[in-house]
């Protein structure tokens, strides 16, 4: 069973800077990209950012170009989201995700989610 875990998440300073990690777990299993949604408060949820896992082309949300930044580290499992410069309004509930093929028009696995809260 494949398993998503953020971590990284908590309160930063609008300005500040701020690294989440996603590390997958579960044995083997497709994956074609891995990136970043967020949800605010009764907001939907929103795309933030994706990484193609094996190319490591970036693709971001216009919100978050030039400030955030996705990598991943393939030996580890893991995805990462750097958030530079971030603002109150990127204060949201970010989940990690996992697109199993280039067909995958959304999400096959999610994490549970952690919290980034930024005060101006």
């Known amino acids: 069973q494949v398993q998503l875990v953020e971590s990284g998440g908590g309160l930063v300073q609008a300005g500040g800077s701020l690294r989440l990690s996603c590390a997958a777990s579960g044995g083997t299993f497709n994956r074609h990209r891995m990136g970043w949604f967020r949800q605010a408060p009764g907001k939907e949820r929103e795309f933030v950012g994706v990484?193609?896992?094996?190319?490591?082309?970036?693709y971001y949300a216009d919100s978050v170009k030039g400030r955030f930044t996705i990598s991943r580290e393939i030996a580890k499992n893991t995805v990462y989201l750097q958030m530079n410069s971030p603002k109150p309004e990127d204060t949201a509930i970010y989940y990690c995700?996992?697109?199993?093929?280039?067909?995958?028009?959304?999400?096959?696995?999610w994490g549970q989610g952690t919290q980034v809260t930024v005060s101006s």
């Open positions: 990484v193609n896992w094996s190319l490591g082309r970036t």
């Open positions: 995700a996992v697109y199993k093929s280039s067909i995958s028009s959304s999400p096959d696995y």
